[in-house]
């Protein structure tokens, strides 16, 4: 098989659309980031890559703590939107229905069939964008989301973000059962 050198690129699929809410001057905002992805597992944790000009990343740590909520497909124009606008140049507090959790600054989103509160462990300063660690403190989703009590992917049907297409997408049919298909070699 042939190759072609394309030189450093963040070519790493899939990469959620992901809403991550913060309380920013006492207004839930949200931004849209495709750049995030679980860290660990105990304590569970994530991180997000967001620019440091980013409204949202104020909130975050003015507040020490952030939300991460996943949308379903059915939301694609309003997480575009909110990847599009600034929360500096447009209030997006209205947009979505929020409710909150355990940590009472961190605005969720009703809508989104999953949502992550998170409380911040780190930072660090990667160039272009600011590597933020959260610890996961709660998980919420939506019941019918549930298949015996357990978060089903299909009916979560979260949004997927493609690069450098620049395009929206679905998960897909399931090929193997992980953990299991790797025995038969």
């Not at 549930?146 to 979260?158: M, Q, V």
Request: one cysteine or more; hydrophobic letters at 40%; glycine letters at 8%.
């Amino acid at each position: 098989m042939n190759k072609k050198r394309l030189g450093p690129q963040t070519l790493l699929y899939p990469m959620p659309a992901a809403l991550i809410g913060a309380q920013v001057n006492n207004k839930p905002n949200f931004m849209t980031a495709a750049w995030c992805g679980i860290a660990a597992f105990k304590p569970p944790a994530l991180t997000v890559g967001i620019q440091p000009i980013r409204y949202t990343l104020k909130g975050i740590l003015d507040q020490g703590a952030f939300s991460v909520n996943i949308p379903s497909v059915e939301l694609v124009k309003k997480v575009d939107y909110c990847g599009i606008y600034s929360g500096k140049k447009k209030d997006k507090s209205q947009m979505f229905k929020t409710f909150y959790g355990f940590l009472e600054t961190v605005p969720l989103i009703e809508e989104c069939p999953v949502n992550l509160e998170c409380k911040l462990k780190h930072t660090l300063n990667l160039g272009s964008h600011i590597l933020v660690v959260g610890e996961i403190i709660e998980t919420h989703i939506s019941e019918d989301c549930l298949t015996e009590d357990k978060a089903d992917p299909k009916k979560i049907d979260p949004l997927i973000f493609t690069l450098p297409n620049r395009e929206y997408y679905r998960l897909g049919e399931s090929i193997a059962q992980a953990f299991q298909v790797g025995k038969e070699k």
